[in-house]
């Protein structure tokens, strides 16, 4: 989202006259590494107006990702669009929070910030005059305890698919983190128990991607807090449970030009546009290299294919939750809701990288034509292999070092997300694949479980 000098200084001048009149005694200043995990520094309220004009300084080498040793200094430049306070902190000494972008010391953008990866694809996506939008339905896990016996962790609950549990700790937390996130301005449309037990599901509101992408990252930060409030544990990992549903993160896309959805066509079967099935058949082409960012964990693969759900093959259809993208039709006739609906995404993965992807992924097909192949109309899963290689159905990839071995070869991935990211990234993942264990056991847990 572009904002003037002018309005920045505004937004600058509001933030320092809210410190003051709050009494605001200590402001975080947040930003993600690659791996996708928040990171913070807090400072003194005398010290931000300093960090809007000269930036704050830290070591980023202790940062994943971020910058050799030898080049180690980087700035912490404060948005003041994203100040908030942080309502679990409370009203003594009420502390706030603003995401920060990255640069190095001559300013230039950090090329391993998240935030100016994305940034920098949707810059791409306005010079062709699009706006684009992501509305995420997040899902998660509720457990007794982080900590787990020979059975495995313990869910909070044995309820099911949208069921109402009275007086179940499942729904006093999701009106609990409700509540918090709109404290924190957050929108939320929807939230309801998911089908595995223990798991919930929270849906934002539509917002630009790069407001989505703070979102979530405060979301996740909301559900953790909420959750050691109320005793429990929230896990984000892809499958925590073998014999259960995995979460993912279901996001709706959009691409506007001015006020205008580029996706609607009235005429359009399931009234999509052209512009919107050359951006499904570019999510469609490039999904497989682009996997190892939107299923970044080697645990990611047991929730593609596990069933329920989960979508293992490269396909699209309309209400088929089978599909990898679905193309729903919730509101016919009104061109403000046509949308498509990327399901492959984990509800754990760095969502400013996997926007940056999505979002090109959906542009190469735009600009290069690509044609869309036909729907399948069918449950995928219920198919035989065989009857999926005669539909031409491409599998997802099965493994995180197959699908690392397909980044590799990606233009696509390496030219959006930067040198440097696309480096540490197979990096850092064939390290983690070298250590992985065949099956969703102790170490696997122990290693994924408590971070994510």
């Known amino acids: 989202m572009v904002t003037g ?51 704050l300084g830290i070591d980023g080498s202790s940062i994943e990702g971020f910058t050799r040793a030898f080049e180690a200094d980087v700035l912490l430049h404060p948005d003041p669009t994203t100040f908030q306070i942080l309502p679990w902190r409370g009203e003594v000494d009420p502390t706030a929070r603003m995401f920060c972008d990255i640069t ?7 090329s391993a ?9 949707l810059a791409k996506a306005a010079d062709r005059g699009f706006t684009f939008y992501t509305h995420p339905e997040i899902e998660f896990y509720l457990l007794k305890s982080s900590k787990y016996g020979p059975e495995g962790p313990q869910p909070v609950d044995s309820a099911g698919y949208f069921d109402n549990v009275p007086g179940g700790s499942a729904h006093d ?5 409700v509540r918090m996130l709109e404290d924190l301005g957050i929108s939320v449309e929807f939230s309801h128990h998911e089908a595995g037990p223990g798991q919930n599901e929270i849906d934002l509101r539509y917002a630009d991607a790069l407001t989505t992408a703070d979102n979530i990252m405060t979301f996740r930060t909301v559900v953790k807090e909420v959750a050691i409030e109320q005793g429990v544990y929230a896990t984000f990992m892809p499958k925590p449970l073998a014999a259960h549903p995995g979460s993912g993160m279901h996001t709706h896309l959009s691409l506007f030009e001015g006020d205008t959805n580029a996706f ?13 099935r050359q951006f499904v058949a570019g999510l469609l082409t490039h999904a497989p290299e682009i996997a190892a960012i939107t299923n970044q964990f080697v645990n990611s693969y047991k929730r593609i294919w596990s069933g329920d759900e989960a979508p293992s093959y490269v396909t699209w259809g309309h209400n088929n939750r089978s599909a990898l993208v679905r193309v729903p039709l919730y509101k016919p006739g009104k061109g403000q809701s046509a949308r498509v609906e990327y399901r492959g995404i984990d509800s754990a993965a760095n969502p400013y990288l996997s926007y940056s992807l999505m979002l090109a992924a959906g542009l190469k097909g735009i600009e290069n034509g690509y044609e869309l192949p036909p729907e399948a109309e069918d449950t995928v899963w219920a198919l035989s292999e065989s009857e999926r290689r005669a539909l031409g159905y491409q599998a997802l990839p099965s493994s995180l070092d197959r699908a690392l ?19 540490y ?24 479980l408590e971070i994510l």
Not at 15 to 42: C, H, N, P, S, Y
């Open 264 to 276: 609607f066509d009235a005429s359009g079967q399931y009234q999509l546009s052209k512009i919107g």
């Open 425 to 448: 990234v197979l990096l850092n993942k064939r390290r983690e694949w070298a250590a992985y264990r065949a099956q969703v056991t102790p170490y696997e847990l122990e290693s994924n």
């Open 5 to 55: 000098k002018g309005s920045m200084d505004k937004q600058r001048d509001f933030v320092l006259r809210t410190i003051e009149e709050r009494g605001v005694k200590f402001v975080r200043l947040w930003f993600t590494d690659v791996v996708g995990t928040l990171k913070m520094v807090a400072v003194a309220p005398a010290e931000v107006e300093g960090a809007f004009s000269e930036g």
């Open 104 to 110: 190095t010391p001559d300013g230039q953008p950090a």
């Open 405 to 423: 071995a397909l980044m590799e070869e990606s233009e696509l991935v390496a030219e959006t997300l930067g040198e440097q990211v696309f480096n």
């Open 173 to 177: 937390f999701r009106r609990r983190a």
């Open 113 to 121: 910030d998240p935030r100016n990866v994305l940034k920098r694809t």
